[in-house]
């Protein structure tokens, strides 16, 4: 054979796994077991070269494992809840499950001719009704051991929807999907007591020390602990002191007013005989809860005309506000407001003309607080002009300890830790997600669900009709039959909790039931405690946050409920954050459509020529931006299968992981692809050629090939295992370029091309079965075990010196490594070069760097 056929040979390589069960993960307690994970995806229907690239890193690691002698666990699963299903349902009509599953075959369809080594024997949805029965009964273990709760919040309500949303779904103060301003509004909901584990969840960050040091700062960051003051102002009219809690309280001579949350138990005493100020608390509730939100919008006030007493001076009065920018689930709900360093601060005083005190300035610039708040970093040293405890020039660290010390002495202030984490509210008002297993009975109360009667389904249709998801609100709220149960606990008449779970519910565990997808029990605890942990999670920084986070409590609960071992309270050993895969959008530079709206066009409708580019079919100029994130909306999608088609698997895996590191964003382009599949093919011909040699063929050099082939094995294993995948290829183009050119015999040069295809497997491994097959290999090279770097054979006999005479580069020897300076020497001085250089004379120098350079002065 001498023509490459990527089609032919991939789709024979993936029959013969598939026979072989070679990706079948099965417990083994005799060999060390290996399990890679990447987060796994939504079903949209549509894979793109983002998936390619993650999967393709996985595979590389799982492949590379097997090689090694690990029992490798691979897994796949969908991400299947969630509001773009119910969305698709009302746009185009049919069911959320319909549409989901459907979805899900075109993936899988599009996923296996990738030839990932991936044991689809384990594969699930997070909506099939065995996983999310499970995700039940694991949520009645947890209400059990006091890890879940109901009570009333604020959240971010869209009105439209009719449905919460979480901070995430919520841009630029409105709905992501409805486009409706988002409203607060307080409702009964379900939480997980994850901020009791705070403390944990922070300082166990210390011990992931093959997690990206980012990811763990933002975890950190999330988390937020701070120590604080709290303490209470005493009001003037003799009611109950408005107690706040700071993390600056070394600012309190700076202090302007009290400020309290629209939410504040005053705040709704205050608006039950005060029409105005209710009109007001309903406009602020008319914002979301993200930081965002509360950032962006308007600074608004309300002067409750309460006034309370400052705690170090008695005669010292300021004015209680309602301010929309303060929370009422951080801290107190209360603060008092120090305007000259806190930018928010400032601008709602500059708004409602309320006095600005400066308590410290800048050492470099002591300029008036003017537009801008001196706000500096608390490890920085300021001067010192308004704070209780005479101070001069400290940093805001040393500050907040001495005036923490201070109010403890003085006996009206306490230092507190608090933490930014607040509990995981679940509660969603929608259909398409895991129903909340608890019954509602007037007689009982709020009643766990019995597990014998789960899982608790959701209903496919509305009596026989199809459910209407056109109309606004949740389908379980007006279902006819499916609220309608009995008590679990009397038998009475009751109904069942129509609320649905958070989807990062779902992802939050499922890295756990992988160990036993089949299991009767959330987890089989044999195999959780051969599976466990992750070894490597692989997955877009966009989730270093929510997902990891939550992932963390979910191990931590689990091992609590009985369903994971102790050891897997981190259930992620290492983490790795790739890049995007990114491509260059075509916009079309002389119209826009009929709503104004900018023209995109697919990588297909446009050709480069005359030193521009432009549309095929019209003929217009193209803007074309470069590196920008694949996106549906601009058309700069690549098809995975499509490359597939024209190229191959083995070529888009090699490109995504040959053309940057893989922690960075990498461009698709054609010209990439094309060179990655000339490459591939010329393996293909060296392989044919080699094939082809008379097998008792002697040349020259065997040892030197010998030789490169060990450094070629030590430099990939070395690039696979630092996840330096593009390093480790450009070793494989290298060592196929030595090979190519090499004129050792013919055993010498097979043994390197079977070595080469086996440095190869983890990245085009269909490409590396062909030729380990086709030069005589035994079994399937997914199978061999990986190929060692003998040491001896990495030790140098020669070492070349360049020659630098007086600064410049003249020439070069090459000598054994372990021959004596002098005799260097004799040999530099010896050289073409240096004697025409000499001219007849002695150097002034010659200095000898053994095993790095000659320097010649002259």
């Known amino acids: ?76 699963g969908f991400d299947a809840f969630g509001m773009p299903a119910e969305n698709a349902a009302m746009a185009i009509g049919g069911h959320p499950k319909d549409w989901t599953y459907s979805n899900i075959d075109t993936m899988v369809e599009q996923m296996k001719p990738l030839g990932l080594s991936l044991d689809w024997s384990r594969m699930f949805a997070t909506c099939d009704v065995e996983y999310y029965g499970q995700q039940q009964a694991l949520f009645l273990d947890m209400l059990d051991k006091d890890l879940v709760y109901r009570k009333n919040a604020i959240v971010n309500w869209d009105p439209v929807d009719m449905t919460v949303l979480a901070n995430e779904q919520v841009e630029g103060g409105r709905g992501w999907r409805s486009g409706a301003l988002v409203e607060r509004r307080e409702l009964t909901q379900w939480f997980f007591k994850i901020s009791d584990m705070s403390e944990d969840l922070l300082s166990s960050l210390d011990d992931l020390e093959n997690w990206p040091a980012k990811v763990r700062l933002m975890q950190e960051n999330w988390i937020g602990k701070s120590r604080g003051l709290q303490f209470g102002f005493e009001r003037v009219d003799g009611q109950e002191p408005i107690t706040v809690y700071t993390t600056r309280p070394d600012t309190l001579m700076g202090a302007s007013f009290v400020g309290i949350s629209p939410d504040h138990p005053i705040s709704k005493e205050l608006e039950q005989n005060n029409p105005e100020l209710a009109e007001f608390l309903t406009e602020c509730r008319k914002g979301g809860t993200t930081e965002e939100a509360i950032e962006t919008a308007p600074k608004l006030g309300y002067d409750t005309g309460i006034s309370v007493k400052h705690p170090l001076n008695p005669d010292w009065e300021l004015p209680v506000w309602i301010a929309n920018f303060i929370l009422m689930d951080y801290g107190t709900g209360a603060i008092f407001a120090c305007p000259a360093h806190d930018q928010r601060d400032l601008d709602f005083c500059r708004k409602y003309d309320l006095p600005v005190i400066e308590t410290f300035q800048s050492l470099d610039n002591p300029k008036p607080v003017e537009t801008d708040a001196f706000v500096p970093a608390k490890s920085e040293k300021v001067k010192w002009i308004n704070h209780f405890a005479d101070l001069d020039e400290a940093t805001g660290e040393d500050a907040i300890n001495i005036t923490v010390d201070f109010a403890e002495k003085a006996g009206w202030g306490q230092g507190v830790t608090k933490y930014r984490l607040r509990d995981w509210g679940l509660s969603r008002q929608r259909y398409w997600g895991c129903p909340i297993p608890v019954v509602h009975c007037e007689k009982c109360g709020v009643v766990p669900e019995k597990k014998e009667n789960l899982p608790i389904e959701l209903p496919y249709d509305e009596g026989g009709k199809p459910i209407d998801f056109t109309i606004p609100g ?25 609320d649905t779970m958070d989807t990062f519910v779902d992802s939050s565990w499922y890295f756990a039931r992988f160990t036993a997808p089949r299991a009767e029990t959330p987890t089989n605890m044999a195999d959780a405690e051969y599976w ?45 954050t790739q890049g995007m895969v990114t491509h260059a959008i075509y916009k079309n530079a002389e119209r826009t459509d009929e709503n104004g709206r900018a023209i995109y066009h697919y990588p297909n409708e446009v050709e480069e020529r005359d030193g521009g580019t432009f549309a095929k079919e019209t003929g217009e100029k193209i803007t074309v931006i470069p590196s920008a994130k694949m996106s549906k909306s601009k058309n700069n999608v690549v098809d995975p299968l499509a490359i597939i088609d024209s190229y191959g698997a083995d070529t888009a895996r090699w490109f995504v992981l040959s053309d940057s590191p893989p922690e960075r964003d990498v461009e698709w382009t054609a010209s990439g692809a094309e060179a990655s599949f000339k490459h591939l093919n010329r393996v293909w011909m060296l392989c044919d050629k080699i094939a082809a040699m008379n097998p008792d063929a002697k040349g020259q050099g065997d040892d030197d090939l010998l030789r490169e082939t060990h450094k070629a094995i030590r430099d990939v294993t070395l690039g696979i295992e630092s996840f330096g995948f593009n390093a480790a290829i450009a070793k494989l183009y290298g060592f196929t370029n030595i090979l190519a050119k090499s004129k050792a015999g013919a055993a010498a040069q097979k043994q390197a091309i079977k070595t080469l295809a086996q440095l190869m497997s983890p990245m085009t491994p269909h490409l590396a079965e062909d030729i380990w097959a086709y030069q005589g290999g035994e079994g399937l090279v997914t199978n061999a075990p990986w190929p060692v770097a003998d040491e001896a054979m990495l030790v140098e006999a020669d070492v070349t010196l360049p020659i630098q005479i007086n600064g410049k580069r003249r020439g070069e020897i090459t000598v054994p490594k372990d021959m004596a300076k002098e005799e260097v020497e004799k040999l530099v001085l010896a050289h073409d070069a240096v004697i025409r250089t000499l001219d007849g004379a002695q150097p002034k120098k010659l200095i000898v760097v053994p095993g790095r350079i000659v320097n010649v002065v002259v």
């Open 1 to 76: 054979m001498t023509r490459y056929s990527a089609a032919e040979i991939e789709s024979k390589w993936q029959e013969a796994w598939d026979k072989a069960n070679t990706f079948k993960a099965e417990r083994d307690e005799t060999r060390p077991k290996y399990y890679v994970l990447e987060m796994f995806p939504y079903p949209s229907g549509k894979l793109h070269m983002g998936h390619v690239r993650n999967y393709t890193m996985g595979d590389v690691i799982a492949r590379y494992k097997m090689s090694t002698g690990h029992n490798v666990l691979h897994p796949m």
């Open 474 to 498: 949740n389908p379980l709220d007006r279902h006819p039959t499916w609220r309608d149960c009995a008590c679990p606990s009397c038998g009475g008449p009751g109904q069942r909790e129509t």
């Open 532 to 576: 466990m942990n992750v070894d490597q999670y692989i997955g877009g920084i966009e989730h270093a946050i929510l997902h990891l986070l939550y992932s963390r409590f979910f191990a931590r609960a689990m091992n609590i409920t009985g369903h994971l071992p102790e050891k897997s309270n981190e259930p992620f050993n290492a983490l790795f």
